[in-house]
């Protein structure tokens, strides 16, 4: 804290410093940090603490007035010992990886194009920003259009390009193609999100390293792996960070694109709590779900941010 | 790799290289906004011409997704539509050439302005709790800062569904399920985590000794907040309260499961719009045209702090 002003506020004179405006620079931190805080306690971990409590309950959300019964563990052994749930974790992670992995390829890739500064690349950036900026439900929504087999615009164009025909496949209704359709309107919707991230972090590259590698004379290939790849590192992670934790939770644009289907192929985790929650009404039970969920990416994220601050620290 | 050395800098790189990454970055940037392009000329679309088969690249423009869209219609018998007086307006005479009748306006004006009154109500609020709340952390010394910025942030990695059930619960016991107010005060508290993170970093970039000299001057540490820093900051509020905004105009989870009728905004109404015969894809296209102009605007407004709103400020250029 500066010296100066708590010379300031030594000088103001004592009767000014009792009015409301004169009040120490403590009480105004605490005054002004406060509804913050008393908000997220309220919206935030209030309820956590109720979830946390109804987890270890038979408690169902559209029978209030049923006797409350206390289970123990019980409905964290059904959670981790049920089949349809593990099936909906590899459901999850193999919609988080995939995605992580094309987004990452397609948004460094693109962000190292963009990165020469071709005339007008700040408008074409632009244009390839907007996905990321939009509704994920309504964008769902959208490309169920787009996938229908037969009037969409996805297959007539996988048509024109390779010759099938268009009607011989569908993307939300088979359950071969139904994950990996969702990969691809996520990746369309957030390549964007990783290229932003990744250019920020070729620019942050001063060019007096490439010039001294160059005065060294390292091949181009030399200089990517040594200079740009190392340096661009920590923007990557935070990226994959920032993306890992949303598709994690990722709910709004499945539901809307296959909410699941076909069968229970697409049923990532969030789809899973939904159902068991807002369907089924088994409200301790999914519970216990959401906490399990809460705990591996609060857990999964603080060994990556450590991980992270090594990297940033080399 | 044998590049032969030229004697430009490394750091401008060759016309030809330039001509190819403009290239591949041009087709990308197609590729990408043909969906957005071919949903918002479905809206002008007829509903056959929207289905048809191949789909249409070339077609008749027409309005009537966007009249099916503001209007609930029935279907007529051809005897019943003779017996009616002659449409008294364009809109009227679309309708009736479909054999329909005009039963009244539909949903999607009241589910529009419940977007803006929460989406700017709880922006408001985000933003004043924000700003306050970043000042502090920014300015003074408290305890355990860096703990309580990590709480406000985890609070966003709590997947949304597994906080609506017991918002949902808590909505029940205090009547605010499916009200406005309920709606705002929870965007208010999802908004605040990234108002505050934001806002500190801008808050960070104005120089102490602006407030010093005025304190120094006679202001006190209030008045030297309201006249020196908030006129400093007013970019980064204004950045702040465009990616609220964002956000509380784009939420579903939340919306589809606390709001029914009353409070609903529009992602969870676009789904329904398409009808009981499911075909009325130019409705659908036309709003959500009118849904994503908005966020085009404000996307290009805000290009120069996009980066520091989507990483809660971590990267800041």
């Known amino acids: 804290m500066s010296t100066l002003a708590e010379r300031a506020v030594a000088r103001t004179p004592r009767r000014l410093a009792l009015r409301f405006g004169g009040m120490s620079d403590r009480a105004i931190a605490w005054l002004f940090i406060t509804p913050s805080v008393l908000l997220l306690l309220a919206v935030n971990i209030f ?74 690349h ?30 969409g615009l996805f297959n007539s164009g996988i048509a024109l390009v390779t010759g099938v025909d268009p009607s011989s496949f569908q993307m939300i209704g088979d359950v071969r193609l139904a994950p990996w359709s969702i990969i691809m309107v996520d990746t369309w919707m957030w390549t964007p999100y990783v290229m932003l991230i990744c250019l920020a972090g070729l620019r942050s ?9 160059e005065v060294d004379r390292a091949s181009p290939l030399r200089q990517f792996w040594s200079i740009t790849l190392p340096m661009v590192m920590p923007f990557v992670m935070l990226a994959i960070l920032f993306r890992a934790i949303e598709n ?55 060994i990556y941010v450590k991980a992270l601050n090594r990297v940033k620290q080399r | ?157 709590m997947p949304p569904i597994a906080v609506a059930i017991p918002i949902y619960l808590m909505f029940r016991h205090l009547g605010l399920t499916d009200t406005k107010l309920g709606m705002i005060l929870l965007y208010t508290a999802v908004n605040v985590s990234l108002a505050v993170w934001l806002l500190k970093g801008f808050m960070d970039e104005i120089p ?12 006190t540490r209030l008045q030297a907040f309201f006249k020196v820093v908030l006129p400093q900051a007013t970019t980064g509020i204004a950045a702040t309260a465009i990616f609220c905004l964002i956000f509380a105009w784009n939420e579903y989870a939340f919306a589809v499961l606390l709001t029914s009728g009353d409070a609903q905004t529009m992602p969870p109404f676009i789904p329904f719009i398409i009808g009981e015969g499911g075909q009325d894809w130019p409705a659908v296209a036309a709003a959500t045209t009118i849904f994503f102009i908005p966020i085009l605007c404000f996307t290009i ?17």
């Open chain 2, 1 to 157: 790799m044998s590049t032969p050395i030229t004697a430009h800098s490394v750091a401008e790189p060759s016309s030809r290289s330039k001509l190819i990454a403009s290239f591949l970055v041009v087709t990308y940037a197609v590729i990408t906004i043909l969906p957005l392009l071919w949903i918002f000329l479905t809206g002008f679309k007829t509903p056959p011409d929207s289905i048809a088969y191949p789909p249409k690249v070339l077609f008749e423009p027409s309005v009537e997704g966007y009249v099916n869209l503001f209007t609930t219609r029935s279907r007529q018998t051809p005897e019943f539509l003779a017996t009616l007086p002659p449409p008294q307006t364009w809109y009227e005479r679309l309708v009736r050439s479909r054999n329909m009748v005009i039963g009244g306006p539909s949903k999607v004006v009241p589910r529009f302005v419940n977007s803006m009154v929460i989406g700017f109500g709880s922006t408001f609020l985000a933003v004043c709790f924000g700003t306050i709340a970043a000042y502090a952390f920014s300015r003074f010394r408290v305890p355990l800062a860096d703990d309580l910025l990590f709480f406000i942030l985890s609070t966003r990695m």
């Open chain 1, 47 to 120: 309820p956590l603490l109720w979830t946390i409590q109804l987890s270890f309950t038979n408690y169902r959300a559209n029978r209030p007035n049923a006797v409350l019964r206390y289970v123990g563990l019980d409905n964290y052994r059904d959670i981790l010992t049920d089949p349809e749930v593990w099936q909906a974790m590899q459901a999850t992670a193999h919609f988080v990886l995939w995605s992580i992995a094309l987004e990452l390829i397609l948004g460094f890739g693109l962000a190292l194009l963009i990165n020469r500064g071709f005339r007008g």
């Open chain 1, 122 to 151: 700040s408008f074409w950036t632009t244009i390839i920003l907007l996905p990321m900026m939009l509704s994920p439900a309504v964008v769902g929504n959208f490309w169920t259009f787009l996938l229908q087999p037969q009037i």
């Open chain 2, 208 to 219: 102490r000794e602006y407030e010093e000299a005025a304190m120094v001057d006679g202001y």
């Open chain 1, 205 to 213: 590259i001063p060019d007096y390293i490439y010039e001294a590698a």
């Open chain 1, 248 to 302: 994690f939770k990722m709910f709004d644009m499945v539901n809307l694109l296959t909410s699941g289907g076909p069968g229970s192929t697409t049923e990532v985790a969030s789809i899973t709590l939904k159902r068991e929650a807002f369907e089924k009404w088994r409200t301790g039970y999914s519970s216990a779900l959401a906490i399990i969920l809460f705990v591996t990416v609060f857990g999964a994220a603080n």
């Open chain 2, 301 to 317: 407004l805000l290009r120069r702090h996009l980066l520091r709103g989507i990483t809660f400020g971590a990267v800041r250029k």
